[in-house]
Each structure stands twice: as C-alpha cells, then as structure tokens.
C-alpha cells in the first residue's frame, strides 16, 4: 500500500512540476514579447492625441462640414457616371475650386 502512495505522490510531483515547467516557460515567452514590444513603441513616434470640441458649435461645423463633404462627393459620382474624361476632370477641377466659396456664402463663418 505504501508503495502505491508513493507511485501515485511521485506522479503527482512530476505533473506539478511539468505544469510549473510550462506555466515559466509560458511567463517566459510573454515577456520576451513584452521587451520586444517596448523596444519596438520606444522608437514609434507617439500618437498625439487632439481633443474634440463639444460645443453646439463645433456639432454645427462638423454637420455643415459633413453636408459639404456628401455634396461634393454625390457631384462626382454624377459626374463620373455621366460624362466623358475631360469634362470629369473640368467638374472635378471646379468643384475644387467652388467649395470653398459655397461653404463662405452658405455657412456664415466669421471670423
């Protein structure tokens, strides 16, 4: 009887030690990764990070910002859809250069 105890001491020894064996050579290889990836974001410039304006006027200008956007965009599509190269690029080109003056003469934006 007393041998069987110490068969089945001794198996359960060597699992706990196959286990620990594991779980160190599992912390190991987390931190080599961990070094690894410090090194790595050590030399990555960092991401600066802008806060957002909150207000109902920065809510209005993104909208107005957003509704600019789709127009000019649903202009092209139109335009690439419909018309041949040169007159694409001639709507592209006058897009380009009307947008800032629709967001002047529809978005009162003094300064």
Do not use: C, H, Y
């Amino acid at each position: 009887m007393s041998k069987e105890r110490a068969r089945r001491r001794a198996e359960r020894e060597a699992e706990k030690a196959r286990l620990a064996e594991e779980r160190a050579r599992r912390e190991a290889r987390t931190a080599r990764r961990r070094e690894l990836r410090g090194r790595i974001t050590a030399v990555l410039p960092k991401p600066v990070r802008v806060a957002r304006q909150g207000g109902v006027l920065a809510r209005r200008r993104r909208a107005q910002n957003a509704a600019m956007l789709v127009l000019f965009l649903l202009v092209q599509v139109i335009a690439w859809l419909t018309l041949d190269m040169m007159a694409r690029l001639a709507v592209l080109g006058l897009s380009i250069l009307i947008v800032p003056v629709l967001v002047t003469v529809l978005f009162d934006r003094r300064s």
